[in-house]
T-cell receptor, first 113, second 113 residues
Framework: AQSVTQLGSHVSVSEGALVLLRCNYS??????LFWYVQYPNQGLQLLLK??????LVKGINGFEAEFKKSETSFHLTKPSAHMSDAAEYFC???????????FGTGTQLKVEL | DAGVIQSPRHEVTEMGQEVTLRCKPI?????LFWYRQTMMRGLELLIY????????DSGMPEDRFSAKMPNASFSTLKIQPSEPRDSAVYFC???????????FGSGTQLSVL
């Protein structure tokens, strides 16, 4: 069985500040981990994915995430928030030989001036 | 590639009517997924197919929901009869193979009055 927990359904940061969105996972097999972003009235888009090649994964739009097995975490960060980063972010876990991803409940990121 | 194509973008119907949502996955992708997104429940996997065969339909809420994939380039999700609680955004997604990223369509906003 696999699951993800996203801590904080809403996160608010100032423009230019660090973005940190938290994700913890549970998996009985080596996980594939993903971060997706959803802008209003759109489908989800992949930001980045971890598939065991490197623990620090760089994605699009300046985002990155670090896989920490000891902490079962895959937190998403961006050094400097931009207004265009305001969206909902989903963490997801997959693996075990199947395509089925399990998504977290999402974190709404608000960026303020 | 045009991406995952869903139709219609918006559907408004009355309780008791039949609703059919359509999806065209990305050419060459072997797996297709139907998700439902609501404020209350977040993103839920309804059913997914591998090579046109339904693999897991445990997320389908009840017998009123059915999904088919008659060929590699087309899938439908049908609700009959529809109820107001079915109102949600329904997403179709496809992926090339196990562990690969999901590509999402733009979704169908369903409103059942």
């Amino acid at each position: 069985a696999q699951s993800v927990t996203q801590l904080g359904s809403h996160v608010s940061v100032s423009e230019g500040a660090l973005v940190l969105l938290r994700c913890n996972y549970s998996s009985s097999v080596p996980p594939y981990l993903f971060w997706y972003v959803q802008y209003p009235n759109q489908g989800l888009q992949l930001l980045l994915k971890y598939t065991s090649a490197a623990t620090l994964v760089k994605g699009i739009n300046g985002f990155e995430a670090e896989f920490k097995k000891s902490e079962t975490s895959f937190h998403l960060t961006k050094p400097s928030a931009h207004m265009s980063d305001a969206a909902e972010y989903f963490c997801a876990v997959g693996g075990g030989g199947g395509n089925k991803l399990t998504f977290g409940t999402g974190t709404q990121l608000k960026v303020e001036l | 590639d045009a991406g995952v194509i869903q139709s219609p973008r918006h559907e408004v119907t009355e309780m008791g009517q039949e609703v059919t949502l359509r999806c065209k996955p990305i050419s060459g992708h072997n797996s297709l997924f139907w998700y439902r997104q609501t404020m209350m429940r977040g993103l839920e996997l309804l059913i997914y197919f591998n090579n046109n065969v339904p693999i897991d339909d445990s997320g389908m809420p009840e017998d009123r929901f059915s999904a088919k994939m008659p060929n590699a380039s087309f899938s439908t999700l049908k609700i009959q009869p529809s109820e107001p609680r079915d109102s949600a955004v329904y997403f179709c997604a496809s992926s090339y193979r196990t562990g690969e990223k999901l590509f999402f369509g733009s979704g169908t906003q369903l409103s059942v009055l």
